[in-house]
C-alpha cells in the first residue's frame, strides 16, 4: 500500500513540475514580447514569477530525487 501512495505521490509531483515548466514557459514568451514591444514594465514581475517558479521547481525535483532514493534503499532491504 506504501508503495503505491509512493506511486501517486511521486505521478502528482511530476505532473505539477510539468505544468509549471510550461508556466514558466508562457512568462517567459510573454516577457520577451513585451521586451520586443518595449514594454519595460512587464518584464520585472514576469522574471520576478519565473525566478520563484524555478525555485519552487527545483525544490519540488530534490524532493522527487530524495524520495526516489528512499525507496530504492528500503527495497533493496526487504526479502523477494
Known amino acids: ?7 501517486a505521490l511521486f505521478t502528482g509531483i511530476l505532473v505539477l513540475i ?22 519595460y514594465h512587464v518584464l520585472i514581475p ?7 517558479l524555478f525555485v519552487f521547481n527545483a525544490l519540488l525535483l530534490r524532493y522527487v530525487v530524495t524520495f526516489d532514493e528512499r525507496i530504492r ?5 526487504r526479502p523477494h
Open 46 to 52: 514576469a522574471a520576478a514569477s519565473s525566478a520563484v
Open 1 to 7: 500500500q506504501t508503495l503505491q501512495q509512493g506511486t
Open 73 to 77: 534503499r528500503e527495497g533493496r532491504g
Open 18 to 39: 510539468g505544468t509549471l515548466v510550461i508556466i514558466q514557459l508562457w512568462l517567459l514568451t510573454a516577457a520577451l514580447e513585451a521586451f520586443l514591444a518595449r514594454s
